[in-house]
T-cell receptor, first 112, second 109 residues
């Protein structure tokens, strides 16, 4: 399967713990995006990379959130000191330049 | 933040019916309009529209964009139970997608 992959698919953590998610984009895609989706809402943009450069961050991305794409391939999204409001589906997508974005299966985070 | 508004938010029809889903957007910086289908997992890509008035088709699905009136429609003809899903509309400024809340479509057998 050469689509976007994400790991883990599900994560349950206790409030205050740190979590890290990984995304592997489609190999020839130079852009990688992170979105967050809660029940009944469309995905909300968090941040995106072109190659290894982080070009835009949403105001939703508080200082507890950090994302990296060190070699322009896979990316990680870390949430520090998780809160219950962080519970959501975290989606990763990739694209070849400004073309259509393809989404991974998502990581469902539950903060207890 | 620029809005994308989808209507209706929910729709129930019988198998075989034709449905039209609506998407309107505000624009300060527009590049494209995208449609995705989301079942119980990640959104899957349907269409990307950049030019006004040119219909895109894929099987029973079609979509068109009106950049003057700032809206797009997604048509599904001869609906099947497998079309039941949330249909997301989103627009891009240069990079990120700004999504609407989606239309939840349920097809009754």
């Amino acid at each position: 399967d050469t689509g976007v992959s994400q790991d883990p698919r599900h994560k349950i953590t206790k409030r205050g713990q740190n979590v890290t998610f990984r995304c592997d984009p489609i190999s020839e895609h130079n852009r990688l995006y992170w979105y967050r989706q809660t029940l009944g809402q469309g995905p909300e943009f968090l941040t995106y990379f072109q190659n290894e450069a982080q070009l835009e961050k949403s105001r939703l991305l508080s200082d507890r959130f950090s994302a990296e794409r060190p070699k322009g391939s896979f990316s990680t999204l870390e949430i520090q000191r998780t809160e219950q409001g962080d519970s959501a589906m975290y989606l990763c997508a990739s694209s070849e330049g400004p073309l259509e974005q393809y989404f991974g299966p998502g990581t469902r985070l539950t903060v207890t | 933040e620029d809005k994308v508004v989808q209507s209706p938010l929910s729709l129930v029809v019988h198998e075989g019916d034709t449905v039209t889903l609506n998407c309107s957007y505000e624009v300060t910086n527009f590049r494209s309009l995208l449609w995705y289908k989301q079942e119980k997992k990640a959104p899957t890509f349907l269409f990307m529209l950049t030019s006004s008035g040119i219909e895109k088709k894929s099987g029973r699905l079609s979509s068109i964009l009106d950049k003057k009136e700032l809206f797009s429609i997604l048509n599904i003809t001869a609906t099947q139970t497998g079309d039941s899903a949330v249909y997301l509309c989103g627009r891009t400024p240069p990079a990120k997608i700004i999504f609407g809340k989606g239309t939840r479509l349920h097809i009754l057998p």
